[in-house]
């Protein structure tokens, strides 16, 4: 069925490190990939989103990676700052603007 | 803060009680959405209206689960006869119909713990 996964349910880094979250999606026919950011308490906080026509694109200290090839997704952050904690999903869409979550990964920044 | 509200932030019953969740999304948002999340996971898609129309429910929202968006502005989640299995964050998203993306916007969501 459909699912999105993460390889690594939590990341320690060290501030001012780059960190790197990964995430699988099985679904070839998603065409749509959006990484949020949950601190505790809230909700998902948009992040950066990449079309299944890019590869790569980039934020304000974020990069998106994508390889359709393999059905990988990765979330880059640079210089990772305390502030940057959080748990961190990917999610996909398939023209249907139903979003389709991961379990998340947990970023601890320490000092 | 996105723009979206949910009220009330946190709602604790009994099982077998009714409960009923508020959502109001960005004013210009024409699609609003509902997810539902336990502890540890991701969202997990409800349900989601177009206006005030419901365009798709998932399997998760049971014979118990009812939403309606009636003027297509604010949006009502209600849950008869709670369960205890019930219990989780439910988020409230809300987005502008049209291209390039549909980017969702989240509220603070709704805990409810069900005793």
């Known amino acids: 069925g459909e699912s999105v996964g993460l390889h690594l349910p939590t990341l320690s880094v060290q501030e001012g490190d780059n960190s790197i979250i990964n995430c699988a999606y099985s679904?070839?026919?998603?065409?749509?990939f959006i990484w949020y950011k949950q601190e505790s308490g809230k909700g998902p906080q948009f992040i950066i989103d990449?079309?299944?026509?890019?590869d790569k694109r980039q934020g304000q200290r974020v990069t998106v990676l994508l390889n359709k090839t393999v059905k990988h997704l990765s979330l880059q952050i640079a210089a990772t700052q305390p502030g940057d904690s959080a748990v961190y999903f990917c999610?996909?869409?398939?023209?249907?603007?139903?979003?389709?979550f991961g379990t998340g990964t947990r970023l601890q920044v320490f000092p | 803060d996105t723009g979206v509200s949910q009220d009330p932030r946190h709602k604790i019953t009994k099982r077998g009680q009714n409960v009923t969740f508020r959502c109001d999304p960005i004013?210009?948002?024409?699609?609003l959405y509902w997810y539902r999340q336990t502890l540890g996971q991701g969202p997990e898609f409800l349900t989601y209206?177009?206006?005030?129309?419901?365009?798709?429910k998932s399997r998760l929202l049971s014979d118990r689960f009812s939403a309606e968006r009636p003027k297509g502005s604010f949006s009502t989640l209600e849950i008869q006869r709670t369960e205890q299995g019930d219990s989780a964050m439910y988020l409230c998203?809300?987005?502008?119909?049209?291209?390039?993306?549909?980017?969702?916007?989240f509220g603070p969501g709704t805990r409810l713990t069900v005793l």
């Open positions: 999610a996909e869409n398939m023209n249907t603007d139903k979003l389709i």
């Open positions: 004013s210009e948002h024409n699609r």
């Open positions: 209206f177009q206006n005030e129309a419901q365009l798709e």
């Open positions: 998203a809300s987005s502008f119909k049209g291209p390039p993306v549909n980017e969702q916007f």
């Open positions: 679904n070839s026919a998603s065409d749509y």
């Open positions: 990449i079309r299944s026509n890019m």
